[in-house]
């Protein structure tokens, strides 16, 4: 039971991602140091992406998860920042 609630999880933070990593965009009007950033998260949001997917290939499941939501919490983290543009609320923690 526990290995079906984690593939579960796995499968939607998975989509969860994919689909926060294809809307995201830089914020316009980002100096060139806050660019610099943005795109730091942003290719470390791509980064744990790829590490999850490796994982789920490998049958790692519990990696695949830990990286999926680090990845996501890179993007978070930016919107959060202003560093990125989103305004779905159910895909990111928007700012105030």
């Excluded at 994982?55 to 993007?75: G, M, Q």
Aim: glycine share 2%; net charge positive.
């Amino acid at each position: 039971m526990l290995e079906k609630d984690l593939e579960k999880k796995v499968a939607k933070y998975s989509s969860l991602t994919q689909k926060a990593l294809k809307k995201i965009r830089l914020s316009k009007g980002l100096s060139v140091q806050q660019k610099c950033i943005a795109e730091d998260f942003l290719s470390m949001a791509q980064n744990y992406f790829a590490d999850a997917n490796y994982f789920l290939e490998k049958k790692d499941l519990l990696t695949a998860l830990a990286a999926f939501s680090y990845s996501h919490a890179w993007l978070d983290a930016g919107v959060r920042a202003r560093l990125f543009h989103a305004k779905d609320s159910r895909l990111f923690t928007l700012p105030e």
